[in-house]
């Protein structure tokens, strides 16, 4: 089951401009998870940021947690043209990994 | 070795058909999913499987057949389905269903029902 909201829906940026993505979310959680998605094949894990963390760096990944709000944020720092690719939030509940309706980040070079 | 291997990678049958998507891990992870994802939608839980056992079944058609023959392995058994049913099914695996950590994907296989 989809279990939240991410805006935009979609993202076009110039290579070296920063892209920002948001997610929120509906249910308390353990854990907010980023994930890529390039071309309708696998998602591949960016990133996971604990209930208990307010934000969280990975390379050009930076990712905030704002559980009074039930939101989260996705900045990619300088973009690459690689970059291109649908992002999605996921929440851990119920021990189940639902995700969010996604974002599609496209990077013109 | 990190990786799920989902085969076939494209699958066309018809609606009569009885056919199985086949997904292997060989990381000991002992969480394995199944996921059905449209065109431009997130991927939709279908069944988790937790030590070889069904955890979670989310209301899926009975269609759909999952197995765990062991915990190496996951299968998704079809039969009469319907053209709807075409999608992506992804198979995922976590090191454990309460663990909540970071789960692996597979590439995929790419249903088309006619």
């Known amino acids: 089951s989809q279990q939240g909201e991410e805006d935009p829906q979609a993202l076009s940026i110039q290579e070296g401009e920063n892209a920002t993505m948001n997610c929120s979310y509906k249910?308390?959680?353990?854990?907010l998870q980023w994930y890529r998605q390039n071309s309708g094949r696998g998602l591949v894990h960016l990133i996971l940021?604990?209930?208990?963390?307010r934000e969280k760096h990975s390379g050009r990944l930076r990712v905030t947690l704002d559980t009074s709000k039930k939101s989260s944020s996705l900045l990619i720092t300088a973009s690459r043209a690689a970059d291109t690719a649908s992002y999605f939030c996921a929440t851990g509940h119920d021990y189940k990994l639902s995700f969010g309706a996604g974002t599609t980040v496209t990077v013109r070079a | 070795d990190t990786e799920v291997t989902q085969t076939p990678k494209h699958l066309v049958m018809g609606m009569t058909n009885k056919k199985s998507l086949k997904c292997e891990q060989h990381m000991g992870h002992r969480a394995m999913y199944w996921y059905k994802q449209k065109a431009k939608k997130p991927p939709e839980l279908m069944f988790v499987?937790?030590?070889?056992?069904?955890?979670i079944n989310e209301s899926v058609p009975s269609r759909f057949s999952p197995e765990c023959p062991n915990s190496s392995l996951l299968n998704l058994h079809l039969h009469a389905l319907q053209p709807e049913d075409s999608a992506l099914y992804l198979c995922a695996t976590m090191t454990a269903q309460e663990s909540n950590t970071e789960a692996f994907f597979g590439q995929g296989t790419r249903l088309t029902v006619v």
């Open positions: 249910t308390s959680i353990n854990n």
């Open positions: 940021i604990r209930s208990n963390e």
């Open positions: 499987y937790s030590y070889e056992k069904l955890s």
